[in-house]
């Protein structure tokens, strides 16, 4: 039986609400696939630490964390800690020291979840969005200078490298041409920003060649927010720089239902390192220990973690499980039901078992069968 080492960072407000829920589903699939295993470490870092210590993480933090297969991330930020420094003291140096520079966060209507758009329903709107991870305009270089004074001045730069933006455009073309439609958008700011921009534009261009099979368009940024909303069938992957996709798939999110179901996989593709899982969702501190964070988004980048692990089986098995208790109407209330997290975790799980006494008649009826014949 293959083991797999899982590094938990629940973190902050609804994140260990979430963790735990995603847990208990991975365990159930553990138990009814029986072909792998999971061995969770959990760690308290995140905001109580910082309170307490000064630091999110311990200095050794991401060391600890090359251990691990993968890592499973609730949320992070605080009421009381600027965010600048939850997220520059976990989140970011995980993504950007592992070098996991693929952001791969798919969104679609799941069925029973009704979209905030009219007449779009489930089908309409099946998107990837793959986010540029380890540059771009949160590379964190800039600075302040004169602080405090009439003359202040602060810079934040964004910086594109040829390396960068053709090995996330080399990702977005490959994904598109996995996928049924083979269709690739291309987002971008070159008419405003004509550096770094129009070379993203132009290695596009040069990677496309790679992918003869795929068809590929090009919008800016500002109409794709309105192409999101107005034409949602028309897109399918898309691929955008680390703020961009980091907007746009807040509104991909929204447009689907919820922020609570969309997940996003911090993909290391070359796997150096550990990739990291987490909702897209952030700490949800007007929720936080009500019992009611939904755990879809948590649900499903779980599913992509067992993807990425290599049991493809028991991540559709999950999706397919988690499909079903959503078609039942058991949501929380951000997408309109009455359930709080607990009994969606419950109705999931339930959902694997049952997939397992299912699998198991028919395995009993075969053997019966079989046994008969002979
Ligand atoms: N990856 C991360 O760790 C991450 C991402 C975004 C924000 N944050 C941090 O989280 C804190 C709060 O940020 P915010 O309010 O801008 O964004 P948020 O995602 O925490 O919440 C935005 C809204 O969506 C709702 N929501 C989010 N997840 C939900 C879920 N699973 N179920 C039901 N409703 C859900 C919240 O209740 C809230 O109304 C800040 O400190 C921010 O820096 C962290």
């Known amino acids: 039986m293959k083991t797999y080492k899982i590094a938990a960072i629940p973190a902050d407000g609804i994140g260990p609400e979430v963790i735990d829920a995603g847990l208990q589903v991975l365990n159930a699939l553990s138990e009814r696939d029986g072909g792998f295993r999971l061995d969770v470490t959990s760690f308290d870092w995140g905001s109580d630490r910082y309170k307490k210590t000064g630091a999110l993480m311990p200095e050794d933090g991401p060391e600890q964390l090359k251990a691990f297969d993968a890592i499973f991330f609730g949320a992070v930020g605080a009421p009381d800690v600027p965010d600048h420094i939850t997220l520059w003291g976990l989140r970011l140096p995980i993504c950007q020291g592992f070098d996991q520079y693929a952001n791969v966060r798919p969104t679609k209507i799941l069925p029973g979840i009704k979209s905030p758009l009219a007449n779009v329903g489930t089908g309409d709107l099946d998107w990837v969005i793959v986010r540029e991870n380890s540059e771009g305009e949160y590379s964190g270089h800039g600075g302040r200078a004169h602080k405090g004074l009439p003359e202040e001045v602060g810079t934040e730069v964004a910086i594109f490298t040829r390396v960068g933006v053709t090995r996330i455009m080399r990702y977005a073309f490959k994904l598109a041409q996995s996928r049924p439609r083979k269709l690739l958008t291309v987002v971008t700011k070159s008419n405003a920003q004509r550096h770094g921009m129009v070379m993203w534009d132009e290695i596009a261009a040069e990677v496309s060649k790679e992918f003869p099979d795929v068809t590929w368009d090009k919008m800016l940024v500002d109409a794709m927010t309105v192409r999101m909303v107005k034409h949602p069938q028309s897109l399918d992957t898309i691929v955008a720089t680390n703020l961009h ?9 929204a447009l689907a239902g919820s922020l609570g179901v969309a997940p996003t996989g911090n993909i290391d593709p070359e796997r150096r390192f550990p990739s990291m899982f987490e909702p897209i969702h952030g700490s949800a501190f007007d929720i936080t220990g009500m019992g009611i964070a939904n755990p879809v988004a948590t649900f499903w980048t779980a599913a992509q973690m067992l993807e990425h692990l290599g049991e493809a089986d028991a991540a559709k098995r999950l999706m397919t499980a988690v499909e079903q208790v959503c078609a039942q109407g058991v949501l929380t209330p951000d997408v309109g039901g009455s359930a709080n997290t607990q009994q969606v975790a ?27 014949i002979g």
Do not use: K
Not at 245 to 253: E, H, K, N, P, T
Not at 351 to 368: H, L, S
């Open 245 to 253: 996709a980091d907007i746009l798939s807040d509104l991909a999110g």
């Open 346 to 372: 419950d109705a999931v799980c339930a959902a694997i078992r049952g997939a397992n006494d299912v699998t198991q008649q028919a395995v009993e009826t075969a053997r019966r069968s079989v046994a008969a």
